[in-house]
């Protein structure tokens, strides 16, 4: 809990974003150059190269975290499924998520934090992908769910500080949401559970 002398913790809407927006930025950036090269190096169609899901080779290809491959010995691709997407509505879902939980707790920890706190978070989720034996698993939800949880585990800490409305959209709001998304994970079939627990406790850990 701050001291008298610290400032207030709050929650502040119109501070600029700009690691947020270079973060998604660079999510958008990596889903267009990778579908640019399959359509042009591997003669891919436009809505597979770009919309639609792709498939095991595609996304091996392009740095997907593929757990033979991991096995081998390319650990980095630990690190770029972050930045990878099965296909457009993947990358859009975690581009929002990223997007909002950004312009949550970028003013509130500074730039340098939560890009750091997003990328440990999607590396934490690979991680313990590859731990569990998930077969292929590329996307940014780890880090979104670091996010997440660490922006709920401040509202837990601060909760006696914090302004009553910022109190209530970072306990029992994003509390709420993070456990539906827990839910969601373990019973949609497509989704890595072991990607966004990974993230979770990452985010709770930080």
Request: glycine share 14%; no cysteine; charged share 15%.
């Amino acid at each position: 809990m701050p001291s008298p002398s610290e400032p207030r913790p709050a929650l502040d809407w119109a501070s600029p974003i700009p690691v947020t927006w270079m973060l998604v930025g660079v999510l958008l950036g990596v889903h267009l150059a990778t579908g640019l090269w399959w359509t042009l190096a591997e003669d891919g169609g436009l809505l597979e190269s770009f919309v639609v899901a792709r498939d095991v080779r595609y996304r091996a290809l392009v740095g997907g975290q593929y757990r033979v491959l991991v096995e081998q010995g390319q650990v980095w691709r630990l690190f770029t499924s972050v930045l990878l997407h099965g296909d457009a509505l993947h990358l859009g879902v975690n581009a929002v998520a990223l997007l909002a939980l950004g312009r949550l707790l970028e003013p509130l920890v500074g730039g340098l934090r939560t890009a750091a706190w997003f990328t440990l978070g999607g590396v934490a989720g690979s991680v313990l992908s590859q731990v569990v034996g998930v077969e292929q698993s590329d996307g940014a939800s780890g880090g979104a769910f670091a996010l997440l949880t660490a922006a709920v585990v401040l509202g837990l800490r601060y909760r006696a500080v914090l302004e009553e409305e910022d109190r209530y959209l970072l306990g029992p709001v994003l509390g709420s949401f993070l456990a539906l998304n827990v839910v969601l994970s373990f019973a949609l079939p497509f989704v890595d559970a072991a990607g966004h627990l990974g993230g979770l406790a990452l985010g709770a850990m930080i």
